[in-house]
């Protein structure tokens, strides 16, 4: 079909295209503005826009960055000044590019509204690269590389990050303590052995170990633990009493006992969110809380039963109130 056409009539149809695509661009951000509103991402099961961009809808990670950037910098617009930026968007004149590079920089350099809008200005109908220079000019700190993890083997990964004096500094320091595990002294092998030592710490389904002196394991275990409730009182001298202590008011405290948040995060290990509407989990890792099914407010209790993790998104968003996926 398109082999037929003329040159003139398929240049008249890419730019017709390319036209309906910018339009839709204008309507996919309009959307996306109104389904952040309603927060309906976290009711579907996904932890954040960027999941339900990528994962739902499709998107690769970069244009659903873009994608996002333009909605967030829209979304501080009042309506008026808003629907603008929209037509210049259909025109042409301002594209995502234009829109996430700025909202990138102006996070960097703390811009408020004020100052985005005058270099939007400044940036309408220039190339990416020209909008790249307008906007690097204003920077006051240099432009750090971003940070990225590409594959490089079946099972090795390059990483770039930037890395402080301070940072720089443990990890050379924790490459000496280290040298002996780490013979080779290589910064990989100090980052695994530095990230096993701290997972090992800090992970909440850790087993406690040590057993045989109860009162020297329960401080070892508290300064092991950085996650240690500093609210919960320590004053119960020894584990036997807390233990039983713990059994005869298994439901007085909100904050449950540490035993029991142990066991609810090896149990659940993810977010245990489900939409009620598709059945789709969430099962997102990321700064994982626990959360009362029923709220301790409303006579919910603090056990295994009514206790479960969610991530901060759905516990932030469905916390204090019954959720809906606790049906
Ligand atoms: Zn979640």
């Known amino acids: 079909m398109l082999h037929t056409l003329s040159d003139d009539s398929l240049l008249s149809k890419v730019k017709a295209l390319a036209g309906e695509e910018r339009r839709i661009h204008r309507q996919v951000l309009e959307t996306l503005l109104e389904v952040d509103r309603r927060k309906l991402h976290l009711a579907r099961g996904f932890s954040s826009l960027f999941a339900f961009c990528t994962d739902e809808l499709g998107y690769s990670p970069a244009s659903a960055q873009r994608r996002i950037a333009s909605m967030r910098l829209l979304q501080e617009m009042s309506p008026p000044e808003r629907e603008q ?4 968007i259909e025109s042409g004149t301002l594209t995502l590019n234009h829109l996430a590079q700025l909202q990138s920089v102006a996070r960097a350099e703390r811009w408020d509204l004020h100052a985005k809008r005058e270099m939007l200005q400044s940036v309408e109908g220039k190339s990416v690269r020209q909008c790249e220079k307008i906007l690097a000019s204003q920077m006051t700190s ?14 090795q990964s390059q990483v770039t990050l930037v890395l402080d004096d ?5 990890l050379e320091r924790f490459k000496e303590l280290t040298a002996h595990r780490n013979p080779q002294a290589t910064h990989a ?3 695994r052995l530095a990230l096993q030592i701290a997972v090992e710490r800090v992970d909440p389904a850790r087993e406690v170990k040590a057993r045989a002196a109860p009162a020297e394991s329960a401080n070892a275990e ?5 996650e240690s409730d500093t609210r919960v009182p320590h004053s119960v001298p020894t584990q036997e009493a807390a233990a039983s202590h713990r059994r005869s008011t298994p439901n007085f405290n909100r ?4 035993p029991l948040r142990r066991s609810i995060w090896r149990r659940d290990q993810v977010c245990q969110y489900v939409d ?3 059945g789709r989990p969430c099962t997102s890792q990321f700064k994982l809380e626990l959360d009362h099914h029923l709220p301790f407010s409303k006579g919910g209790s603090t056990t295994a039963e009514n206790l479960r993790l969610l991530c901060r998104a759905h516990n932030a968003h469905f916390g204090g109130r019954l959720k809906p996926g606790s049906q």
């Open 222 to 226: 508290r300064s092991a633990n950085p």
């Open 255 to 258: 904050r449950p006992s540490r």
């Open 276 to 278: 009620p509407i598709t």
């Open 142 to 155: 240099p432009t750090m590389p971003r940070e990225s993890i590409r594959p490089v083997s079946a099972t």
């Open 85 to 88: 930026v929209q037509t210049k």
């Open 189 to 191: 092998g100090a980052i």
């Open 166 to 170: 301070q940072t720089l500094n443990l």
